[in-house]
């Protein structure tokens, strides 16, 4: 600093503000008003010392707000002020004693405040000079001379004034106080030496004080600090106190300084780019605080910890998330580890940890949405009730329960139920989810299995991948925004895996009762408890769900319709929705009940309703095409209109069965596929020849095998069917199953395939209105099988009216509708004899060939 402003006088002073107001700052400036008022006041005024100590204070005290500065007794500053009511204060003050009471605000950003929200200890001051700026606002030049408290504010408008009483400083003396003092000098010089632009003679002035409470307020009053600890060296009584709290700061400050140079000087000749930002907006952010202004990464973090705060997260969840928050306070936002976290943290916040839907626990009311969405279904219906029965009941007794708690602390208290709805497409799987949901009054959210083969589509990926995300469940609870929703995972039986690793065994954990309330998502890593999820899964078949997967979940099967469902699925659910659909009125069309039966056996030959749908929305379409052409309405619609509009037929019922089992050799076999029951037909016929035994249509090995029991087993009768003994060795036998496009695999068609071989030997056709199903064994033994249901329902479908089936499986009968119970004639069976025995008419070709095989087991019996 030239020496010539340092030795200036109060008035150049003021001249070089009202010249440039910016050229000088307040680090400059304090020191320099500090040595001139001083001086004025010390030793070049015309008052005696006794006059400069006496302060006559007035009765109420003007009292001046500061945002953000701490003036304290003994140091000069220079003060701006723009506020309407701070001007009119000053204003008075100026014409009158000048004294003035200067305090600061507790919250510097407030630009009026009000008296709760100022300090209670101030400092009174008396203006020296002032100067008006061209924008309005006020400069002035005050010197602190004592410090006071107030009492009473006893005006509030146009400015504060406050009734205050002095508070004297408590004098130290001795070899502490000395020390203290000399220590506070000499740090306060070596931060000078850090800092090129504190002005040399500013130290050289500091030094030479004598006084440790001037050196106390001088140093104050020119390091920066923090305005609760600048209020707080004001507001101490004790010499001591104020010097041992300014020295710490002095040191910390001390400390912070080297370390930056230290920092600076390592990183001087190696800085790259990025570390040049990372200062850069180190530096913006500092400017941005001293502005009052948030930057963006602040405001980020605060969100975020607002967002922590009312997430309702448990300890652990709530651990991680606060000490990411904290390490993306510590990162510049260009670094590449902070979109990672803010992402990261964006998700935890989300979730909904704590946000549940309430159950509708009304069973009327879940009974009536049932029955209204859906027809039929009655063991799904009856599990959802007793669900909502169980959980109504758990909460009126949950009382009770609590004033006696469970001693099993291994096994927790389940919420959520975890189903499997098993059965062929069409029947209603997906929507039945969709329908329960409305029933409880919960979201329903469904994602797709089919197809998925990557561990990471469950469990999500590790953060340290690039692009990494949660798992689907966690990205379905997200997007739902409640912990109990209906969560539907379809098609889980069309699951793959490859070296990616096995989506069937990430699901075990998602799936367990005793696993789930601590689900641990891969990204996420910290639980989340979907135990008060209602899982639901669907599949079209058993054999494809891992077997552990298979054991988690309660298993529910559904059936195929019987036309007699068909027709009031189509009547009350499909044909109104086709209507809507396709923009008709209910006078415009109207399906006779036969029209719909025509529909079902001509065009359809399914287990679920899909495709009688499909041929519903045809016949719609083309009525709508008539309406356009102008002309006439068809009420009602008969069975010939349906041929008119879904031309020929695609089934024709009995009469194929009739026409394919007219020649001995043909059997009616019944079958169980993903897509429902369906009627098989196996055919045999025999040439000359040598070379064996041979079977096509696209049969699996379990199916090959028990051909080849039917075989053997009939061969085992050549004598009782009067065939010669080189009868095999002279012919070949080819057994086919057709439609041979469709993979065909397992064990009951055993008695199908033995009755077509025997049909073919002996000549006897087949009863055309006969089904059968059942393992074989090399015996003659008729093993129970699976899929009983489906198989009757498919005979009913094709007009079949006797089904031969083994002994064992009748209690399964107990799961068909009493319509098709009492449509068709039972044959229960326990040998093949007995298949034979109904199956084969009673006129045979060969007489003499059929008494030896129907007397076989008897002569068996003498013997």
């Given amino acids: 600093m030239p020496a010539s402003r340092w030795n200036a006088t109060l008035d150049e002073i003021v001249n070089w503000i009202e010249e440039d107001s910016n050229e000088l700052s307040d680090l400059i400036l304090r020191p320099i008003l500090t040595r001139v008022l001083n001086k004025e006041e010390s030793g070049e005024t015309e008052e005696t010392p006794e006059e400069q100590k006496e302060i006559h204070l007035p009765e109420s005290l003007a009292i001046l707000p500061l945002r953000g500065v701490v003036v304290y ?24 004693d000048r004294l003035i009471g200067l305090v600061a605000s507790r919250s510097p950003e407030l630009e009026n405040p009000e008296p709760e929200d100022l300090y209670s200890i101030g400092t009174l001051a008396t203006i020296h000079r002032l100067f008006r700026a061209p924008d309005g606002t006020i400069r002035l030049l005050v010197q602190g001379t004592a410090r006071f408290r107030l009492k009473e504010f006893v005006q509030h408008e146009p400015y504060l004034k406050a009734k205050v009483e002095l508070i004297p400083e408590t004098a130290e003396t001795g070899l502490e106080i000395d020390a203290l003092a000399r220590n506070a000098r000499d740090q306060f010089e070596h931060i000078a030496e850090m800092i090129p632009s504190i002005p040399r003679e500013l130290v050289s002035s500091i030094s030479a004080l004598q006084d440790p409470l001037q050196t106390v307020y001088t140093i104050a009053n020119f390091q920066r600090m923090e305005l609760p600890e600048a209020q707080a060296i004001l507001e101490m009584d004790s010499v001591s106190e104020k010097l041992h709290r300014l020295v710490a700061i002095l040191a910390r400050e001390g400390e912070v300084l080297e370390l930056g140079q230290k920092i600076q000087n390592e990183a001087r000749s190696e800085i ?86 309430p159950d509708n626990l009304d069973i009327a009311h879940a009974r009536q949405v049932l029955d209204q969405d859906h027809y039929g279904l009655q063991d799904v219906k009856e599990r959802i009730l007793e669900f909502l029965a169980v959980r109504k009941l758990r909460l009126e007794r949950q009382e009770e329960f609590d ?16 189903l499997c709805f098993i059965g062929p497409p069409g029947v209603g799987k997906t929507s039945l989810g969709q329908s329960i949901a409305r029933a ?29 995300m949660p798992g689907r469940i966690i990205q379905a609870i997200r997007r739902i925004e409640t912990r109990n929703p209906v969560f539907m995972l379809d098609e889980i039986d069309k699951l793959s895996f490859d070296f990616h690793g096995d989506p069937a065994s990430a699901l075990l954990e998602v799936l367990d009762p005793e696993q789930n309330s601590e689900f641990r998502d891969h990204y996420l890593e910290v639980p989340f408890n979907l135990s008060q999820v209602m899982f639901i899964t669907t599949a079209n078949q058993f054999e494809t769900i891992p077997a552990p997967l298979l054991d988690r979940m309660e298993i529910i099967q559904i059936a195929g319709y019987t036309e007699r469902e068909k027709t009031a699925i189509a009547i009350n659910y499909l044909i109104p929705r086709q209507l809507r659909e396709n923009g008709l009125r209910t006078d415009e069309i109207q399906f006779d009940k036969e029209a719909i039966q025509t529909i079902i056996r001509s065009y359809t030959r399914e287990a679920g309703v899909r495709n009688l749908e499909r041929e519903i929305g045809m016949v719609c379409r083309k009525v709508v095409t008539r309406i356009s052409e102008g002309k006439n309405h068809l009420n009602p619609l008969t069975p010939a209109h349906v041929r008119e509009f879904l031309g020929r037929p695609h089934y024709f019922g009995p009469d194929e069965v009739t026409m394919r089992t007219a020649i001995p050799g043909v059997s009616t076999g019944l079958a169980y596929t993903p897509t429902g029951g369906d009627v098989l037909f196996i055919e045999a016929t025999r040439m000359s020849g040598s070379k064996g035994f041979q079977i096509t249509g696209s049969v699996g090995n379990v199916m090959q095998e028990s051909a080849r029991a039917a075989l053997s087993f009939v061969r085992s009768r050549a004598e009782h069917l009067g065939l010669e003994a080189d009868f095999f060795e002279k012919s070949d036998i080819h057994l086919h199953i057709p439609a041979g496009a469709t993979p065909k695999d397992g064990p009951s068609a055993g008695v199908t395939m033995a009755t077509a071989l025997v049909s073919l030997l002996t000549g006897r056709v087949v009863r055309p209105d006969v089904g059968m199903t059942g393992e074989i064994t090399l015996r003659g033994q008729v093993l129970p099988v699976g899929g009983i249901k489906e198989k009757v329902l498919a005979a009913h479908r094709a007009g079949l009216k006797t089904i031969i089936m083994p002994r064992r499986n009748e209690a399964d009968l107990e799961d068909l509708p009493e319509d098709v119970r009492k449509s068709i004639t039972f044959i229960f069976v326990d040998t093949v004899d007995e298949v034979f025995n109904s199956a084969l008419e009673e006129k045979p070709t060969n007489g003499k060939a059929c008494d030896q095989l129907l007397s076989g087991k008897k002569e068996k019996k003498n013997e």
Avoid: C, N
């Avoid at 220079?78 to 008075?92: A, C, N």
């Avoid at 602040?298 to 998330?321: L, N, Y």
């Avoid at 992402?343 to 935890?348: A, E, S």
């Avoid at 004033?403 to 975890?418: A, F, K, L, N």
């Fill in 403 to 418: 004033q006696h708690p469970s001693t099993d602390y291994i096994r927790r208290e389940r919420e959520g139920v975890i």
């Fill in 73 to 96: 007794p003994q140091t000069a500053v220079p003060l701006t002020i723009g506020q309407p009511r701070s001007i009119r204060l000053v204003d008075d003050v100026v014409g009158s």
């Fill in 272 to 357: 790259e780019k990025m570390q040049r930002e990372y200062f850069l907006r180190e530096q913006l952010k500092a400017i941005h605080r001293e502005l009052g202004e948030a930057d963006e990464q602040a405001a980020d973090v605060e969100e975020f910890r607002k967002k922590i705060e009312t997430a309702g997260m448990p300890e652990e969840a709530d651990k991680q998330s606060r000490r990411e928050l904290d390490r993306l306070s510590r990162l510049p936002t260009a670094a590449a580890e902070y979109g990672v976290i803010r992402t990261y943290l964006d998700w935890l916040v989300t979730l909904p940890w704590s946000i549940s839907t």
């Fill in 440 to 468: 409880l009054g919960r979201k329903f959210v469904r994602i797709s299995l089919g197809g998925v083969r990557d561990e990471a589509e469950i469990r999500g990926h590790r953060r340290t991948y690039i692009g990494a």
